[in-house]
């Protein structure tokens, strides 16, 4: 297959393995025909009226605003800046660990070449409606009893599409091991009836 294909991967900036899975995403395009489009989806959404833990009520509570920082980009502007704003973000909560406040936001889109003036929209609930809207095409192939990241792409043969959550790796699987794992992943998640391939995590994220 040599024309390239589309794939989107729709993320919540709070969400570390969501973080790897993007950077796998960037090491599939060079060793794979395959440009990803990154889309905004909400863990925050996703959770409201289930009864979580307090510590994360808590992250949920903080993740509002860089969801809607990072949709309002998407609305505004191109793929180029939306994946320009979630690696400024990613880096500065998942490299840095910096805290979420308005500096993050400010730092974030500086370093992505955006205006400084999206960093409002990080408080701005108005913002929600687009969320709601990309965060329900993000889930709707995939159900609701999942998180992020949730990957859409054309089936193996290129037609069709197939969509499903993950993978949850860490760390990052860079070069060929990256396209090895594509591949694998995109066969599994085409296959009729195929629904579930999961091991309990024994790790954290591994950030390189």
């Known amino acids: 297959m040599s024309d390239r294909q589309t794939v989107d991967m729709y993320f919540d900036p ?14 599939v395009e060079q060793v794979r025909p395959v440009d990803v489009r990154f889309r905004v989806m ?14 994360y009520r808590r992250l949920l509570d903080q993740a509002w605003g860089p969801v809607r920082v990072a949709v309002a980009v ?5 793929q ?6 979630y690696t400024a973000l990613g880096e500065r909560i998942h490299l840095r660990r910096e805290s979420i406040d308005e500096q993050l936001y400010a ?6 070449g955006l205006d400084p003036e999206f960093a409002a929209a ?27 990241p949730v990957i859409h792409a054309p089936g193996p043969d290129g037609t069709g599409q197939v969509a499903f959550f993950g993978p949850v790796v860490t760390p990052t699987p860079r070069g060929e ?6 591949d694998g992943v995109l066969l599994v998640a085409a296959t009729p009836g195929f629904y579930e391939l999961k091991r309990s995590r024994d790790v954290d994220p591994t950030f390189d």
């Not at 180029?80 to 704003?85: D, K, L, M, W, Y």
């Not at 990080?122 to 990309?134: E, I, K, Q, Y």
């Open 107 to 112: 730092g974030a889109l500086d370093d992505a």
């Open 42 to 55: 909400s863990l925050a959404v996703l959770n409201e009226g289930r009864d979580l833990p307090e510590e």
């Open 177 to 182: 091991a990256a396209g090895r794992l594509w």
């Open 14 to 27: 709070m969400c570390p393995w969501a973080w790897i899975t993007s950077r796998w995403l960037l090491e």
């Open 122 to 148: 990080a408080t701005d609930a108005t913002w929600d409606v687009p969320l709601r809207t990309s965060h329900a095409a993000g889930m709707a192939p995939v159900g609701m009893d999942v998180g992020t």
């Open 80 to 85: 180029a800046a939306v994946r320009a704003i």
């Open 74 to 78: 998407q609305e505004k502007h191109d």
